[in-house]
């Protein structure tokens, strides 16, 4: 093996610089994990490419050679997409990070697959646009699409698959396709798009993005509304989607994760299940939006409403929110976070959540529930002890008995962290004969395996 990595990386130097090729430890050591609690696994070549046709010479190279390419972003995922347990190359994209064109007018925006999402955010602020895909990571524009990311905005503006106009896709055979356009809607051919989004680099490699994108709202409003339990919080939250007010965002943050947030963020919230909700518009309208919500949340037995309109403070609310998984490490050193990610439909969320409360109180390790309740995605941030087996076979039942649940309600396994490797052995369950159809897909557009191999498909 040795001598085959050393002639593979000679020819990569034949056409990219001497620091765009690496097989220094520490560098593969980078490339070697996630955010996950998955074990990692050392790739034996990182390359850095800075456009299309690089990226189409190195796809060619690895299929020369018979060795595996796994496309690498910030590694921010949550289930070991990125970790490549069949070592080869692992492509980072973290040079491919330009903006190439904004269309204002047309509300496109065409970026690199490195641009990660606070660098879209500052560089379309020029043009009075924003990107609203947010999954609090400050993740590349290439992962959330590899993913289907979708966070605390997709109650209003949709997930990443909402909001992917175009792709430009280098496939195993180094060829380079584009799989949509940019009008706002077609009939024409298979969508192309909806099949590449979400596939965890086990298609091909993303070298460029057309994304959909927005005007800044006039006018923003936040709100926390504390609640007695989890199922009056749900429930107020049912209400207000069937009463039309257009919430952009819907949090849930339970009890013991309210603690944590106090405690990290230096806050003094009351420590009980919490929504945060924000709200844009025009002043005019939302000022009538706000008094609804006021009224139905008051019918839930909410015991305290909180409106923040200034700048400063709706961001320390939000970043709050997003540093919630911060606070959990910090207060459990030694321990690894693990999130799980399930989705149901909405009528099921409470239920869900008293159950998987229930189920955390049972196996006894540190942890919370959060969750985007306006579309019926929540997580359990659990706190896990790696060098403890028994830690290990306690969490990983616990997340099992969340995706039990999810399934028989109807539900998903994942609702926006991907499958990766923690979630392929519930595959089979969710889609049924469908996977058949998946797994055929993925070996006539990829026959030798090249991309990404153990992602989503078990096989």
Sequence with gaps: ???????????????????????????????????????????????????????????????????????????????GHVIPYEHGITIDFSLMNKVLEVKEKDFI????????RKQLNSELKKYGLFFPVDPGANATIGGMTATNASGTMSVKYGIMRDNVRDLEVVLADGSIIHTGNIAAKSSSGLHLNGLFVGSEGTLGCFTEITL????????????????????????????????GIPLARMELIDEQSIVQVNMHSDTDYKEVPTLFLEFHGNEAGLKQ??????????????????????????????EARHNLAYAYIHAN????????????????????????????????LPGGIVGHVGDGNYHALIMVDTD?????????????????????RGGTCTGEHGVGVGKTK??????????????????????????????????
């Design 1 to 79: 093996m040795k001598i085959a990595v050393e002639n593979v990386v000679t020819e990569l130097k034949s056409f990219l610089h001497n620091d765009q090729v690496s097989t220094n430890q520490t560098i593969l050591e980078q490339h070697s994990k996630d955010e996950s609690y998955h074990t990692p696994s050392l790739p034996d070549i990182v390359v850095y490419p800075k456009n299309t046709e690089e990226v189409s010479d190195i796809v060619k190279i690895a299929r020369k050679h018979e060795i595996h390419i796994t496309p690498f972003g910030l590694g921010s995922c949550l289930e």
């Design 109 to 116: 925006v065409k970026v690199q697959p490195g641009v990660t």
């Design 212 to 243: 959909q994108v927005y005007g800044i709202p006039e006018f923003i409003t936040a709100t926390r509304a504390s609640f007695p339990t989890i199922e009056d919080a749900v429930e107020s939250v049912v209400a207000i989607r069937q009463a």
């Design 289 to 318: 939006d706000v008094e609804f919500t006021k009224e139905i949340v008051e019918d839930f037995h909410c015991t305290e409403i909180q409106f923040e309109t200034d700048n400063a403070a709706r961001n320390k609310l939000w």
């Design 333 to 364: 050193p030694g321990r690894k976070l693990m999130v799980t990610d399930v989705c149901l439909p909405i009528s099921e969320l409470a239920g869900a959540i008293r159950h998987a409360r229930e189920a955390l109180n049972k196996v006894g």
């Design 388 to 408: 403890n087996k028994e830690d290990i076979k306690k969490a990983e039942e616990f997340n099992a008995q969340l995706v039990e649940y999810s399934l028989s």
């Design 426 to 459: 519930y595959q089979k369950q969710e889609h049924g004969e469908a996977l058949q159809l998946m797994t055929g897909l993925k070996k006539t557009m990829d026959p030798t395996g090249l991309f990404n191999p153990g992602k989503i498909f078990s096989d």
